[in-house]
């Protein structure tokens, strides 16, 4: 009695208990997740909270644990079986050993194990033996010390056989061989249930089940925790938090939760094949990639937790075959060369049910068979009519072949009419317009502008660039100093876009309505330069034209100022972008946006003549204009007497390198608050021990393939070796990251 008084006066701030998996998760102030990782070892990987704050990802570690086939989670306290004897093995975060095990149980070997509050109960029997049931042991301990005159014996339970168990906070509920339901312990006595059930998942004071024949939910006990559970929706796993319980539907495989939960925080992309769920936490290993993911069902983001990046195991390894509607995982899917299986035995194998429809966006291209799931494919490639239902194609674009080949033969034709005449109009009007700009005594062309320069004259690069990038010299115009201030409101503070070390940036609107951007020379600049710079200067940017380059319009030199007018970026800096307060960027768009930089670069280094060595390339100096399209800015004055294109252009390349660690990782450069604070120091060793993943912004929802992104970590990793002579060339870089952007991201 006195231990039941001292059990019910602990201060709990958060309950919840799930079913033995790959993936578990211990509770309250201290709790932590762990799981089995995918290396084919069996090892745990475990992560804390976010306790840092200012931390882009929690604590992570691969822990000195021995190999497990299998995990459950208990208040704040983990418990498994060891891979190699079955054996039962139960931490703390702090504390890693087999303290937690009553002694007489330590060398006996066990098919499940479950955790609860302050007890564990497992079924006896080997791990990889031929039975799939056995009787029950159960200990219980108070604060981390061992009772011995345990509540939970039960004589009627100790001669039950069970095939499953589940623990909570002062009880625990097993299936029966026959499917049947027992519950047992001191807070038991409202946990009754009837009819057959084949997983369960445990909260503080309720039990949720799948039901054997239907596939559906049966929940009972407080139903404070569980709310208005749904119903005709088949689960196969489930899982139980504080106040919620999630389960992974049978048809796509997608997260369905209930209780209190807020449905926007629930992923709705992509499958899982096993969950977890930790106070408001749950998390997740995706199918597609066998990536962890984590969200908090109150909508916090980031979620309290946050997991490391590395692929774990998808199920649980198991000796015995693969039933009806269930295929024995292949790790060839993984595209690991190195890996040949997940499990620790070779004999092994994981048994995952089958899937039979898609998450939206997406139709199942082929069916489930012994050794793979169903594959899901974006709805863009569907091309027959087993998929249109699906994927919401219209019953009249069935019959649409025909018309479609019409339709493209009058565009063709229509776009060679239209451009024929775009070509004689052009003939006659733009001799016109050159004679008429010559007369114009305030506008004139810059320097190097009257100079013809061809397409054949550009030096050639090892791969294609695109026509425009070297197909038009355009000209530039010389500005009255009136002109410009008037654009910029008298270069008021309140049309500034920024500052750097030439002077300061306005925005300006010019008498005909263009929008553009005035960058106006300081006093340490002009001093620095004479006017024969500044002319030379001029002479090379009229003739630089790329469209990832932020291109210069026009010029102002007069009473003393020096002013260079550019195309004006609405969307502003990638810095702004990925660290400030503008709008977030999706995978897909930071992969573009990496080629395109390459890309504009690429041009300073090769194509531009003299070379342009940057000095300068950071994410402030990369904008995006109106098409979201990349352009690298503020090369000038600093840079273009720079004639070393070798070591120069190899430090632009380095600089470009911490650009992408940027884009990966969403963490500036240099933060002092982190260790290291340098971002080089601390994501290259990640990256060359094969954690790449670990370094990818968690504040942007993950694709369903990383692969890609892992890929641009390695050519990161490439232009940031110490050795410049080691270090990629920016042509290879724009080849590499082409590649990579053309292999695209399923988002």
């Not at 004071?205 to 929940?219: F, H, Q």
């Not at 504040?699 to 990383?706: S, Y």
Request: with cysteine; charged share 20%; glycine share 10%.
């Amino acid at each position: 009695m006195l231990l039941l008084i001292l059990l019910s006066s602990l201060a709990i701030s958060a309950f919840g208990y799930g079913s033995l998996g790959p993936i578990a998760a211990a509770f309250g102030e201290n709790g932590f997740f762990c799981a089995i990782d995918a290396g084919g070892k069996q090892e745990i990987i475990c992560w804390e909270k976010n306790n840092n704050k200012s931390s882009s990802s929690s604590l992570a570690y691969v822990s000195t644990l021995p190999a497990m086939v299998a995990l459950s989670g208990g208040e704040e306290f983990l418990c498994g079986i060891t891979a190699n004897r079955s054996e039962p093995y139960c931490w703390t975060l702090s504390s890693p050993g087999t303290f937690l095990v009553q002694p007489g149980f330590k060398s006996s070997t066990y098919l499940k194990i479950a955790a609860g509050k302050n007890h564990v109960c497992a079924i006896r029997g080997s791990y990889y033996g031929d039975v799939e049931y056995g009787n029950v042991d159960c200990w219980e301990f108070l604060n981390n010390v061992l009772v011995y005159n345990a509540s939970f014996f039960e004589p009627y339970v100790g001669e039950s056989v069970f095939r499953d168990i589940v623990s909570g906070d002062g009880f625990s509920c097993g299936v029966l061989k026959d499917g049947g339901v027992v519950c047992w312990g001191p807070k038991s006595g409202k946990l009754g249930v009837s009819g057959s059930v084949k997983i369960l998942a445990s909260g503080r004071g309720s039990v949720c089940g799948i039901s054997s024949k239907s596939g559906e939910l049966l929940c009972w006990g407080d139903s404070r925790e569980f709310g208005d559970f749904p119903g005709g929706i088949s689960f196969v796993a489930l899982s139980a938090g504080a106040h919620h319980f999630c389960g992974i539907r049978e048809d796509d495989h997608g997260i369905e939760c209930w209780g209190s939960i807020k449905s926007s925080a629930i992923p709705k992309d992509y499958g899982f094949t096993a969950i977890a769920s930790s106070e408001s936490t749950s998390c997740g290993v995706r199918e597609a990639d066998l990536v962890l993911d984590c969200w908090d069902v109150q909508g916090q983001s980031p979620p309290n937790y946050s997991p490391p990046l590395q692929l774990c195991s998808p199920g649980i390894c198991s000796a015995s075959s693969c039933g009806d509607g269930k295929f024995s995982f292949n790790v060839s899917i993984l595209n690991e060369a190195e890996l040949a299986s997940v499990c620790v035995q070779p004999d092994l194998k994981i048994c995952l049910p089958c899937g039979s429809n898609c998450s939206k966006g997406f139709f199942p291209s082929s069916q489930c068979s012994k050794n793979v799931d169903r594959i899901c494919s974006a709805c863009s490639l569907c091309q027959s009519e087993s998929c249109w239902d699906v994927c919401g194609v219209h019953s009249s674009s069935k019959n649409l072949p025909k018309e479609r080949n019409i339709k493209m033969l009058v565009i063709i034709v229509g776009s060679c009419v239209i451009l024929l005449v775009l070509v004689v109009t052009g003939c006659c009007v733009i001799p016109l317009f050159f004679a008429s700009s010559n007369e114009d005594k305030d506008k004139s062309q810059c320097f190097s502008c009257f100079r013809k320069q061809s397409v054949e004259a550009e030096p050639s690069l090892d791969h294609e660039l695109s026509i425009s990038a070297t197909a038009t010299i355009g000209t530039a115009q010389v500005f009255r100093l009136s002109e410009l201030k008037d654009a910029t409101n008298g270069f008021k503070e309140f049309n500034e876009l920024g500052r750097g070390s030439y002077g300061f940036v306005y925005k300006a609107t010019l008498a005909d309505g263009t929008q553009v951007a005035v960058k106006r020379a300081n006093a340490a600049t002009i001093i620095r330069t004479n006017g024969r710079e500044f002319e030379a200067e001029l002479d090379i940017l009229c003739n630089i034209r790329h469209n990832h380059i932020v291109n210069l319009l026009g010029y102002c030199s007069d009473m003393g100022e020096r002013l260079l007018v550019y195309e004006l970026m609405p969307h502003g800096t990638l810095h702004d972008h990925l660290h400030g307060e503008l709008s977030p960027l999706d995978w897909n768009l930071r992969l573009k946006i990496s080629l395109q930089a390459a890309e504009g670069l690429e041009y300073l280094h090769k194509v531009a003549s003299p070379p342009i060595v940057h000095h300068n390339l950071k994410a402030s100096n990369i904008l995006l204009d109106s098409n979201w399209d990349a352009r690298v800015s503020d090369f000038g004055l600093l840079s273009v007497n720079d004639t070393d294109s070798t070591g120069s252009t190899e430090n632009d390349v380095y600089n470009f390198g911490i650009v992408l660690l940027e884009i990966l990782s969403g963490r500036k450069a240099y933060e002092c608050e982190f260790e290291p604070p340098a971002i080089v120091d601390w994501a290259l060793p990640l990256i060359r021990r094969g954690r790449a993943a670990a370094i990818f912004d968690r504040n942007t929802a993950l694709p369903r393939n990383v692969e890609p992104l892992l890929k641009l970590a390695d050519v990161a990793e490439l232009a940031l070796k110490e050795n410049p002579n080691e270090r990629a060339g920016i042509s290879d870089i724009v080849l590499w990251l082409d590649q990579i952007v053309k292999i695209g991201l399923t988002l």
